[in-house]
């Protein structure tokens, strides 16, 4: 853990040297206690530390309620714009996809990303779908 704390902190100084408009950001579990035990992920301090400027969420759960938890972030601290929430299409349809979406814009952080590029290019039905249901929201 402090071994990969310290990479991201050796990554960031470097970054600072030579091009400060370069931002370092990081993928991560969504169960911060999970992500800390098991993959070594202290993403909670990564952005009160200043360490990363945003992180990704990989939320690809499916199960909504599941989903609103991996959102749901207890911070003494602001972060709302450095966070980032990965929903996933792979695994669900895109209606799925849409009412994540929109969870995620009533709540407060930065936004969501869009999780696979590939499956999205191989199901051009889906993005089409997923497309339409955007500019209806």
Not at 8 to 22: P, R
Request: glycine fraction near 4%; aromatic fraction near 14%; proline fraction near 1%.
């Amino acid at each position: 853990r402090d071994q990969l704390t310290d990479l991201l902190l050796q990554i960031k100084t470097n970054i600072q040297q030579f091009n400060t408009s370069v931002e370092l950001s990081a993928a991560v579990k969504p169960d911060k206690t999970v992500a800390y035990d098991y993959y070594f992920q202290d993403w909670g301090n990564w952005i009160s530390d200043g360490i990363c400027d945003h992180i990704l969420i990989m939320n690809y759960d499916t199960v909504m309620a599941n989903f609103n938890k991996n959102i749901t972030f207890d911070f003494n601290y602001d972060t709302s714009s450095k966070i980032v929430i990965g929903i996933s299409t792979f695994n669900q349809n895109f209606q799925a996809v849409l009412d994540k979406i929109e969870l995620v814009n009533s709540n407060k952080n930065a936004g969501y990303a869009i999780f696979s590029y590939n499956h999205l290019k191989d199901n051009q039905m889906y993005l089409k779908n997923l497309r339409i249901g955007l500019s209806n929201q």
